[in-house]
């Protein structure tokens, strides 16, 4: 089983070879600090690089972070996550709930100089739904009326979107639907021109027009990402010139580079946490945010052995998370009892699963599981630590773990087909409601690339997650979910480890940085330099 004392002794070789390394580097780089920065911009890392910024077809916080500062949908989240107006001014609600009346902003155009129209909008949102657009973001609209007819490509027009001039579009929907106001601030509704799509056909996916604050200047794929600010921008318009994404898969360069002042901000990898917040020199400089997200261990409920219940409770048993988060993870988290974040949940947690490995070696030994080979998935090195210690457990439990490591679309790729037995994941928030960790991650007609990865199927789960998206109030359909979440659990489709507590370190002369719970709810407009 997973040993701490094993772990620390292998942490610390690591650290000499990295500190050894490091100093190697930061030696090299030393001498090219400022000069390779260009003036005004803000430069941050990434560690992938983005496989597409076309808001039909986003599907990752890194992407959707980027669109976020280039698009803008007809509503926002604010800074308390409450819903806010955006390129519409002022919405209406029907006293039913089915029809939303939104009034545009006159001041709002396109990067290009084109002022944004109502037609605009129901371009943009049909255009996800369109069978050729093979969007995987078709489920944020699934609402709206008439969309099934229009999906089947039975008509060319989709009846709950009309434009009754050029500054009003009307949204009816086929019932009333709590979540939806917050499932427009999502990228899949950001608005797009559409004689730019037709343009630029593929290439618009890297190359953006939008009405957002920043511009896509330049994208050298697997180097950097450059925004420059729009000076037209109808809102308030960014205090830099623009911001430069530097694409670095590896932490100890990430880190040389943060420290030799080519990068401004840093997401503080877990390998250099303890350093940073002990450091008198950066730990004023550091932030940190309960973020919005669960990070799980998808069990493929589609076949054996995970198709059974009992076997995936057992799971949740041979793992101690506990002592995982306490140790190897140094706290930065909150033990997850099921899929909802603690800061969502309005009702009493679920009572989740406790380390109990005796209990757990006994159900796989009378279900024939000793020996069982399995596969693990996970994306890059970043994750092959946490796979060892799950594989350690595991093994300890009598069970023959397999880890394969993909880069990040064949990982997606294989896992939204089923491939593996088990995957390493976790989803952050794109709205704040409970619903969005419900019914994209186990709702059973969302099976594969749109979110239920682990091809949970429970009839009564969909009627509750359904219940809850059209209760009447807030109170009533937290009511649904919480059975919802309460069954889920007890099901354990997920062995569930924690909400992630993100940490970021700045350099001491960026002023006005900011954390959010949500990666759409920054536009990078207060950032700025104080020298």
């Excluded at 002794?9 to 090219?32: D, G, H, K, N, V």
């Excluded at 009572?351 to 006994?362: C, D, I, K, N, V």
């Amino acid at each position: 089983m997973f040993k701490p004392e094993k772990t620390r002794f292998r942490t610390l070789l690591s650290l000499i070879a990295l500190l050894a390394a490091a100093a190697l580097m930061l030696a090299l780089i030393a001498a090219c600090t400022s000069r390779n920065r260009e003036y005004g911009f803000v430069y941050m890392r990434l560690k992938e690089n983005p496989t597409t910024l076309d808001p039909a077809h986003i599907n990752s916080v890194d992407a959707g972070s980027i669109a976020a500062k280039v698009f803008n949908g007809l509503v926002r989240l604010g800074k308390d996550m409450d819903v806010e107006p955006d390129i519409a001014e002022s919405w209406v609600v029907s006293p039913d709930g089915l029809r939303y009346t939104f009034t545009l902003r006159d001041d709002v155009f396109f990067s290009s100089g084109r002022k944004v129209k109502s037609t605009d909008i129901k371009y943009s949102f049909e255009r996800v739904l369109q069978p050729e657009t093979r969007s995987p973001n078709t489920w944020v609209f699934e609402n709206i009326k008439g969309v099934e007819p229009f999906m089947k490509g039975e008509t060319d027009d989709l009846e709950g979107i009309t434009t009754e001039d050029e500054h009003t579009v009307v949204i009816e929907l086929k019932e009333p639907f709590s979540p939806f106001l917050g499932l427009l601030t999502m990228p899949p509704a950001y608005v797009v021109p559409m004689e730019q799509v037709l343009h630029k056909g593929p290439e618009f996916s890297s190359e953006p027009v939008g009405t957002g604050p920043f511009m896509l200047d330049e994208w050298k794929p697997d180097r950097s990402l450059k925004l420059v600010r729009n000076k037209g921008y109808f809102g308030k318009v960014p205090r830099v010139s623009g911001i430069i994404y530097r694409i670095i898969p590896e932490d100890l360069t990430a880190i040389a580079e943060f420290e030799s002042e080519n990068i401004h901000i840093l997401t503080i990898p877990g390998s250099d946490y303890s350093r940073y917040k002990g450091s008198k020199k950066w730990s004023g400089y550091i932030s940190s945010l309960p973020a919005l997200n669960t990070y799980y261990l998808g069990l493929n409920n589609s076949r054996p052995p995970f198709d059974d219940p009992e076997v995936r409770r057992a799971m949740n048993m041979a793992i101690d998370r506990q002592r995982i988060l306490s140790t190897y993870f140094e706290g930065r988290g909150r033990i997850a009892n099921g899929p909802v974040p603690d800061i969502l949940r309005s009702w009493q947690a679920p009572e989740g699963y406790s380390y109990r490995p005796m209990e757990a070696r006994r159900i796989f030994s009378e279900r024939g599981l000793k020996g069982k080979k399995l596969t693990l998935y996970i994306k890059g090195r970043d994750n092959e630590d946490m796979a060892e210690i799950i594989q350690s457990y595991l093994k300890d439990a009598g069970l023959d773990v397999v880890i394969t490591m993909r880069e990040w679309s064949s990982f997606m790729e294989s896992v939204n087909k089923g491939e593996p037995d088990m995957f390493w994941l976790s989803w952050w928030a794109d709205y704040a409601d409970p619903e969005n960790f419900l019914f994209p991650l186990f709702y059973s007609g969302n099976a594969g690339e749109q979110g239920n990865r682990v091809w949970y199927s429970n009839p009564e789960v969909d009627e509750l997650i359904r219940k809850g998206q059209h209760a009447p109030s807030r109170q009533k359909g937290d009511d649904y979910y919480r059975q919802a979440e309460d069954i889920i659990v007890s099901e354990a489709p997920w062995v569930f480890f924690w909400h992630k507590t993100d940490y970021m370190v700045r350099q001491p002369y960026i002023a006005d940085f900011e954390m959010h719970p949500v990666y759409t709810m920054d536009k990078g407009t207060d950032i700025h330099f104080i020298r």
